[in-house]
């Protein structure tokens, strides 16, 4: 998943929204089952849309694309946008860590 202004994340069953606002994902505890795993929260919406993707395989996307980042932007973004990518690389190991854990 690239996480950048203009690329569009699929959420699953034809539903995609752009990267750059997406503020937030959590998981369907109850009711979950086809189509119904996450609700991603998206900037300006009212209400979370659905994925039927599940919250560890958009996060595994969002690593991945972090990951590919070369260290100039890295620091171009730590340093004018205050976001620190080797912190957040780590938070999102942490987490997936622990869901293969369960």
Not at 10 to 23: A, C, Q
Request: no cysteine; net charge negative; hydrophobic share 35%.
């Amino acid at each position: 998943m690239k996480v950048e202004p203009g690329v569009m994340v699929p959420l699953g069953y034809g539903k995609y929204f752009r990267s750059d606002r997406t503020v937030g994902l959590e998981p369907i505890e109850e009711g979950r089952g086809p189509g119904k795993r996450t609700q991603v929260y998206i900037e300006n919406l009212p209400a979370p849309a659905i994925a039927s993707r599940s919250e560890g395989a958009i996060l595994r996307d969002i690593l991945e694309t972090i990951s590919e980042f070369n260290p100039v932007l890295r620091s171009i973004i730590r340093d004018q946008g205050q976001w620190n990518l080797d912190r957040l690389e780590e938070q999102l190991k942490e987490v997936l860590r622990g869901e293969d854990e369960e």
